[in-house]
């Protein structure tokens, strides 16, 4: 059955350092999403894409923040200059369509830890 | 705005007995409702959801969920539990009507005791 993965599982960076968290959707999705999870509170929506721009985006997601599908299977997350808040687990998840009803398959998620 | 509580971080039940996973929610507008189970290690995996088309939804793994809009409820149940189910459970709305992002609950990390 086709999944999310994602890339890498677990990322340690310097406060202030950029990091990229990968994620290949499943191959006939056209929308895309990353959410977070901060220990111990809530999974939050984060940003979703389609057609190679913004679809929606939260309060959470400010200029340190940015995605991109740089080509026809990678999305990626780029935190410009992380901060020790950011350390969370990242999710990422597509969907065939958009829509109240429709399903958003999930990755197992990348584990950030900013120091 | 559209949100979701999950009562009970951890429940706690031994193999064979019901289960039930509360989860309510608050919404302006008449809601999408879904369950997410995680295993460890893995992603979210969708159980089921509600659409509006019955109120009693059945999902995967024997798991069924009714929806009580008096109540304001979802609650997730499965008549029998088995070992294989230990894993954390996650309610979610839709964020509002028509956009894209999904409102999760806290979660509630299920332990089936032998």
């Known amino acids: 059955e086709p999944e999310v993965t994602q890339t890498p599982s677990h990322q340690v960076t310097q406060m202030g350092q950029e990091v990229i968290l990968r994620c290949v959707p499943i191959?006939?999705?056209?929308?895309f999403y990353w959410y977070r999870q901060i220990l111990g509170q809530k999974v939050e929506f984060l940003v979703s894409?389609?057609?190679?721009?913004?679809?929606?985006k939260s309060e959470i997601f400010d200029d340190q923040f940015s995605v991109e599908r740089p080509d026809g299977s990678n999305f990626t997350l780029k935190i410009r200059s992380t901060k020790l808040e950011d350390s969370a687990m990242y999710f990422c998840?597509?969907?065939?369509?958009?829509?109240?009803?429709?399903?958003?398959?999930f990755g197992p998620g990348t584990r950030l830890l900013v120091l | 705005a559209q949100s979701v509580t999950q009562l009970g971080s951890h429940v706690s039940v031994s193999e064979g007995a019901l289960v039930l996973l509360r989860c309510n929610y608050s919404?302006?507008?008449?809601?999408?409702l879904f369950w997410y189970v995680q295993y460890p290690n893995q992603g979210l995996q969708l159980l089921l959801k509600?659409?509006?088309?019955?109120?009693l939804v059945k999902g995967i793994n024997g798991f069924e969920a009714e929806f009580k809009k008096s109540e304001t409820s979802f609650h997730l149940t499965k008549p029998s539990a088995h070992m294989s189910d230990a894993a954390e459970y996650f309610c979610?709305?839709?964020?509002?009507?028509?956009?894209?992002?999904?409102?999760f609950g806290k979660g509630t990390h299920l332990i089936i005791q032998p």
């Open positions: 919404s302006s507008v008449p809601p999408y």
């Open positions: 894409f389609y057609n190679n721009e913004i679809s929606e």
């Open positions: 191959s006939n999705h056209l929308y």
């Open positions: 979610a709305v839709n964020r509002r009507g028509g956009a894209d992002g999904l409102t």
């Open positions: 998840a597509s969907s065939v369509d958009r829509g109240l009803q429709e399903t958003q398959y």
């Open positions: 509600y659409t509006s088309a019955a109120t």
